[in-house]
């Protein structure tokens, strides 16, 4: 990158599954709104305007045109882009290029989903190939109830350690004003939640949610003139995978796959040995518990297989040595085009010190690592840091 | 105490979008679907280079950004990899009903291919019926039924 | 721009009607594959980027650049997809490339127009609460842009006619599109009304295509060919959605995107400084409204200026000497088609259809209805 790139600002909005009192403009505003006050900005400072959502999970085409009101797009510079659930992510990293460019001194990126305009399930069978498996499809609960087949029958791993991660996640969620499922549950109710996909249970898997995030980067100036707690973006990182080969997850698979591969190149770049010690923090996308599981071994923060042990032990725990997501992560709130670029401000709010109740503070954040996932097996790592010593 | 707030009308507007399609199958997946049809044969494509046999057919191998180019001809018979029972009446965007739930699913890999294909699985969802590893054969429907798409498999049945 | 991007490498499929015997995928690699090996660049080796154009709803699968991961080269790398027209592909491939993330970026744009139905496909892209319900569509909108443009200005549907008869005549030099022909004004006018003042003769017509170009960084691109396309300035603009807080007579926004592409490129006169324009003409009447938002004449100028052969073949400032949009190609397409066409001229490449020596060429393409985004690009030879 030909110049550094600092998070200056951000917000969200309050997730939930029903927000019948605003439109998709309005929505996409809350975010947009929340995030120049935070950066204590206006939006004629805005440079450009990045934008992104599930295509036609509200049952609309070319979103970005129409809520060119609420988003502040209007009269300015923009694009909308669209990679599935990695998209908030891919968006922040259009963001980095517009910055690192020198074309661009403020962009504001952009993500939201309302899910409950449209139907999600039917549209996500719709990821399969039209000729190929579409007619049988089993959304995103099938995917990920194999790889929980896999994933059990190769390591050991049981229901109960899904079931702490369900209990993980929506308990670390009660701290958050903003998460959707601030569930007060045990171990117990996650396991006799009621059975979608086996061994996939209702608790196991995300909500569908309505919300949307928005953040604002700079370059070096702007943040150092304009931002008392600017995060830096230290390096990004995506790999998508091919479009039929992973359809099913072998967690034992010795082939390069997409998050392992993403993650050794981030990790090369930032001269990263050991990742559960570099970073301090992890907002990891978790559509499901058995994915929070996997993605830890493929970030390398333990063995291949020792994914569950981790939960098991309380290590990934809000006051663990190796917190992950502390907001409750997707898991408590998933308005997919935001979801990933929520990783990214969830981590950035750590780094400052503004997560608020979900705040680690058994430990100093410095670094930070967020993850995207999404389309067929993509991901985008996004490092992140709070000086441009660390 | 509720607010003046509470009582706002708040309006929705119900709307079903329906777009029509028909999809091109392509030069790769006519081939694998008319030999599916007529002859009741699974055919995979190999990568000239990585020699990988990859099932759907498809133009070029995204590993070694090559096109691929020899048909090889898989078997009626593979080693299942992965499955789930699954409890929810997905909906066939190709016929727009449910599935009836619980039914049992998974990932075949076909004797001689590197992929996996996903169908039906014919046994009684049952976890404790269904085991990793387990040998898996093709069902098809009449030759007179198909008509030249995936639902021409029925499901795999079990190898006794 | 301290860096400079250029284009090093351009393909297309032919365009027509309906290409039933290839899937999206497929058809994206036709044109991927030439360009590759028109410059005899490796996916392994030399790119490091891509970006593609297309929407679901037009490709009819979610997330559709599953669809192309393989064939553009995505596995386990960098791939984005923009659901925006084919113009912004090269936009964005130019800010990556001055980022210094990538060296070397593969552009896509592709769509099947023929594998569903553009009317339903165009109405969703209308806000779900106001204006879709009255059953709008891009031509439909389209008529009350030409309308408010013509009766602003005093435009007749003869001068509109002549945009049709100059495109479609210049369209029987390109071997690549497939709407083309010598044509007399009463035919054009003779023409069935669609949406009045609109004819089916000034519509674009549904096509079937894809373009693929490679951009590089300066250091790259000297490397790759001796004859590099420059970018010389972009610039991008979103208008109003609702039609009711536009003048469709206006070019807020393409004023403000040609604003931006020139001042990157220097460009202080563009009517004495442009050498060659490709531009969108979705609809006939479009190319004469863009020409001023461009700001090669003033509003309500360029009917007079085409009537009087300034923007023929052979004029002082050929516009869409490739036939433009109305010769058919496919939506979201059209943008990087009229970048690809732009950098040809430049090369000298574009054979029957090569106007002379071309040093400066502008290529605008637009996503929504009635132009509400606008892209601009500036291409040159030095
Ligand atoms: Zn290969």
Redesign the pocket.
């Known amino acids: 990158m030909r110049k550094n790139v600092a998070i200056i600002g951000g917000g969200q909005t309050h997730h939930a599954a029903r927000r019948h009192d605003v439109n998709q403009v309005e929505l996409v505003n809350e975010a947009v709104r929340a995030a120049l006050a935070d950066a204590q900005m206006t939006i004629d400072e805005i440079d450009s305007v990045l934008f992104g959502n599930m295509e036609f999970f509200e049952g609309c085409h070319m979103t970005d045109c129409w809520l060119v009101d609420g988003s502040g797009a209007y009269g300015k510079p923009g694009l909308k882009i669209t990679t599935g659930g990695t998209v908030g992510a891919t968006i922040v990293g259009a963001g980095v290029h517009h910055v690192a460019s020198g074309l661009f001194n403020k962009a504001l990126c952009v993500g939201f989903e309302k899910q409950e305009e449209g139907d999600t399930g039917a549209i996500l069978s719709g990821v399969a190939h039209p000729l190929f498996g579409r007619s049988l499809a089993g959304a995103a609960v099938g995917y990920f109830a194999m790889m929980a087949t896999s994933y059990m029958a190769a390591w050991g791993a049981k229901e109960e350690h899904s079931a702490m991660v369900a209990v993980k996640a929506r308990q670390n969620a009660r701290k958050n004003e903003y998460a959707h499922l601030k569930l007060d549950i045990s171990i117990q109710d996650a396991l006799n939640s009621r059975m979608l996909s086996y061994p996939i249970r209702m608790l196991d898997m995300c909500p569908a949610s309505n919300g949307a995030c928005a953040m604002i980067l700079a370059d070096e100036k702007t943040a150092r003139d304009r931002c008392a707690k600017p995060v830096w973006i230290r390096a990004m990182d995506t790999a998508h995978n091919e479009q039929f080969e992973l359809d099913w997850r072998d967690v034992t698979t010795k082939k390069p796959i997409f998050s392992r591969v993403s993650a050794s190149r981030l990790y090369r770049k930032l001269g990263v040995d050991d990742p559960s010690k570099y970073f301090d923090v992890f907002e990891i996308y978790e559509p499901a518990t058995w994915a929070e599981m996997v993605w830890y071994e493929d970030l390398a923060l333990c063995r291949p297989g020792d994914g569950f042990k981790l939960v098991e032990n309380n290590m990934t725990a809000i006051d663990g040595p190796i917190p992950v997501n502390p907001s409750g992560g997707v898991l408590s709130t998933n308005c997919i085009g935001a979801s990933a670029m929520l990783r990214i401000w969830e981590a950035a709010l750590q780094i400052r010190g503004d997560a608020g109740g979900h705040q680690v503070v058994s430990k100093d954040i410095r670094r930070a690592l967020a993850t995207a996932y999404g389309g067929t097996n993509w991901t985008v790592l996004t490092a992140l840091s709070g000086t441009m010593d660390d | 105490m509720k607010s003046a707030k509470d009582n706002v009308e708040l309006i929705s507007i119900p709307m079903v979008v329906d777009v029509p399609y028909r999809f091109a199958a392509g030069k790769y997946m006519t081939r694998f679907l008319t030999e599916l049809r007529d002859n009741g044969k699974f055919y995979g494509i190999r990568?000239?280079?990585?020699?990988?046999v990859q099932l759907p057919p498809r133009i070029v191998?995204a590993?070694?950004h090559?096109k691929?180019s020899d048909w090889i001809e898989l078997g009626n018979e593979g080693t299942l990899v992965g499955f789930t029972i699954m409890y929810l009446p997905l909906t066939d965007p190709t016929t727009g009903k449910p599935h009836e739930p619980p039914f049992a699913y998974g990932s075949v890999r076909l004797d001689g291919s590197d992929s996996v294909i996903d169908h039906f699985l014919n046994v009684e969802p049952v976890v404790e019926h269904i085991r990793i590893g387990m040998r898996m054969k093709v069902a098809l429907k009449e030759r007179e039924d198909r008509v030249g798409d995936l639902g021409d498999i029925l499901h795999f049945d079990p190898v006794t | 721009m301290s860096e400079r991007v250029a284009i090093v490498g351009v393909a297309q499929t032919v365009f027509s009607p309906k290409r039933p015997d290839v899937n999206y995928a497929e058809l994206a690699y036709e044109a991927i594959s030439l360009v590759l090996e028109s410059t005899g660049l490796s996916v392994e080796a030399d790119i490091d980027n891509a970006v593609s154009c297309s929407h679901d709803i037009w490709d009819g699968q979610t997330i559709s650049n599953i669809g192309i991961t393989d064939v553009i080269g995505g596995h386990l790398r960098n791939e984005e997809k923009l659901a925006m027209d084919g113009s912004t592909a090269v936009y964005y491939a130019t800010i990556g490339i001055l980022s210094g993330e990538f060296d070397c970026t593969l552009a896509l744009a592709h769509t099947k127009m023929s594998q569903t139905n553009r009317n339903i496909v165009n109405n969703t892209a209308f806000d779900p609460i106001y204006s879709r319900l009255l059953g709008l569509d891009f031509t439909s909108a389209a008529a009350l842009q030409a309308q408010r443009f013509m009766s602003r200005y005093n435009i007749s549907e003869k001068q509109i006619a002549e945009v049709v008869i100059k495109n479609l005549a210049n369209a029987t030099r390109n071997p690549w599109v497939h709407n083309k022909g010598f044509y007399t004004l009463d035919q054009a006018l003779d023409s069935p009304v669609i949406s009045s003042p609109i004819r089916k003769m000034d519509i674009a017509p549904d096509s079937d295509g894809a373009v693929a170009i490679v951009m590089a960084s300066e250091k790259k691109a000297l490397k790759v060919t001796d004859k590099p396309v420059w970018i010389k300035g972009v610039g991008a603009c979103y208008d109003a959605h609702y039609l009711g807080d536009r003048d469709l007579s206006e070019c807020y926004a393409l004023r403000s995107a040609a604003e931006q592409a020139y001042r990157m490129a220097e460009i202080d006169h563009p009517r004495d400084e442009i050498d060659l324009v490709e531009l969108g003409d979705e609809f006939s009447y479009q190319e004469l409204l863009w020409l001023e938002g461009l700001g090669i004449c003033g509003s309500g100028e360029a009917a007079d200026l085409t009537c009087r052969g300034f923007t023929s073949f052979d004029g002082a400032l050929p516009v869409n000497p490739s036939g433009g949009l109305l010769a058919g190609v496919p939506t979201n397409v059209a943008g990087l088609n009229r970048v690809a066409e732009a950098a040809l001229q430049i090369r000298g490449e574009a054979g029957d259809r090569q106007v002379g020596d071309v040093r400066i060429a502008v290529a605008q393409g637009h996503s929504g209805f009635c132009g509400q985004h606008q892209c601009v690009i500036v291409l040159g030879r030095e």
Not at chain 2, 47 to 52: E, Q, W
């Open positions: 990568c000239p280079l990585c020699n990988r191998c590993v070694c090559v691929n």
